[in-house]
């Protein structure tokens, strides 16, 4: 396919900083082009006079799962704006290809239909998984039996079917780490997923640390301002090739407005998750000392996802809240609060959900770009059942006093992983 997102990853004489790829990766003909900002291509379909040579390109995708050379073919197979999102994804996640979905879901289910089409339909997985995930691996839909596991016996539970080891760190919603260098060993020639939404390459890049697979809710960070759903597989060229055959089949694919929304969301991504992840390590401090909280989740890797758990009513406290929005989903730039037992791990079976660590009094927080002393005034009054101080223009007047400790460590026994 004649765009850029069959370029070469870089023209320049040494490698650029993430910041520096987030805003330029997929975007480097632009200045060749004439433009400065990236075309989005609606159309679903391309004219070609030249029906043979069509055929052609057609039978050789069909055989490799290459991008076609030339003209686009057909929307199902291919486009260029979501190939430039493709393009800058994977050097961002420094993998050799990304192929992009309609949803976090479809892009999962793509790999395990891609593996389980080679006859390796066996899954060795680590729970806590997102609810959704887990119930595809453990519900059997696509044909697949899962093995879960702790990451200490990853090795013993894989099989000669195993075609999958599949973890999320930081995990949903409890915020568990794993160490991706040490699971990637266990797994010996299977292929480790890593679901990377949480961390985003900002914070971590499993492919350095020996993942081949890397996959992405781009709905929530990659996005960013929670208008646009997508899904996405950082890996090399040969199983990318697999999955865009898959994607073609299954018609999964992503809508060519979702991949200009996923590109422009990628340029403000290290902005995004450095603010909003100094805004959730003070809240985890201040969370801590407060004798209200229960326990606070906050991982080593850091990131602005918070979880908590309550001595009291936690759908209360959702309630509650007045600035922070009780909804489920994340990453967006404003902040969201959610009760995973309720709606995101619902669909898990509640011995599997309470052994994974997501208890009935846990709260998982999305922390956005707001100001941190706005936020902590709110969980304050929702955690209190207090009604909101409003505070008058843009103060910088701190919130009121007993609210929490700014700094205040995080203790040995309410914090995860520290």
Not at 148 to 166: F, Y
Not at 391 to 409: C, I, K, L, N
Request: aromatic share 4%.
């Amino acid at each position: 396919m004649d765009t850029e997102a069959s370029m070469a990853p870089s023209t320049t004489t040494r490698s650029r900083a993430l910041a520096t790829e987030a805003v330029h990766a997929g975007r480097d003909d632009l200045a060749a082009l004439g433009l400065h900002a990236p075309p989005i291509d609606l159309s679903t379909t391309y004219p070609s006079y030249d029906s043979r040579a069509e055929a052609e390109r057609i039978d050789s995708f069909a055989a490799t799962g290459a991008r076609p050379d030339g003209p686009p073919v057909y929307a199902r197979l291919d486009n260029p704006t979501t190939g430039r999102f493709e393009t800058a994804l994977a050097r961002l996640e420094g993998a050799a290809s990304a192929v992009a979905f309609a949803s976090g879901m479809a892009a999962l289910t793509a790999v395990l239909l891609a593996r389980a089409s080679m006859g390796l339909r066996h899954v060795v997985a680590v729970r806590p998984l997102y609810g959704c995930s887990d119930h595809l691996l453990g519900a059997g839909l696509l044909g697949t039996e899962v093995t879960w596991t702790d990451p200490a016996g990853i090795a013993d539970a894989i099989r000669p079917d195993t075609g999958l080891v599949m973890v999320e760190t930081p995990a949903n919603p409890t915020l568990k780490e794993v160490d991706v260098r040490a699971v990637a060993h266990s797994c010996g020639s299977v292929p480790l997923l890593v679901d990377n939404t949480f961390a985003t390459p900002v914070l971590q890049r499993p492919v350095e640390h020996g993942a081949r697979i890397v996959l992405h809710s781009a709905t929530k960070y990659l996005g960013g301002h929670g208008d646009v759903m997508g899904g996405v597989v950082a890996c090399d060229e040969e199983f990318a090739a697999r999955l865009r055959q898959v994607r073609f089949a299954t018609g999964g694919v992503l809508h060519p407005m979702a991949g200009y929304l996923l590109l422009r969301g990628l340029s403000t991504l290290p902005v995004r998750v450095r603010a909003a992840s100094a805004s959730a390590a003070e809240l985890s401090r201040r969370l801590a000392a407060d004798p209200r909280i229960a326990r606070v989740h906050y991982p080593e890797l850091g990131g602005a996802m918070v979880s908590f758990e309550v001595f009291g009513d936690p759908h209360r406290v959702i309630g509650a809240v007045r600035l922070i929005t009780p909804a489920v989903s994340l990453g967006s730039v404003d902040s969201l609060i959610q009760h995973p037992a309720s709606i995101s791990h619902r669909i898990v079976d509640e011995g599997d959900r309470q052994a994974a660590g997501v208890g009935d009094r846990l709260l998982r927080m999305s922390v956005g770009l707001e100001d941190v002393e706005d936020l902590w005034a709110d969980l304050c009054q929702a955690l209190s059942g207090e009604e909101p101080a409003v505070r008058q223009g843009f103060s910088d007047v701190p919130a009121r006093a007993g609210a929490g400790r700014a700094g205040a460590t995080v203790p040995e026994s309410r914090s995860a992983g520290r």
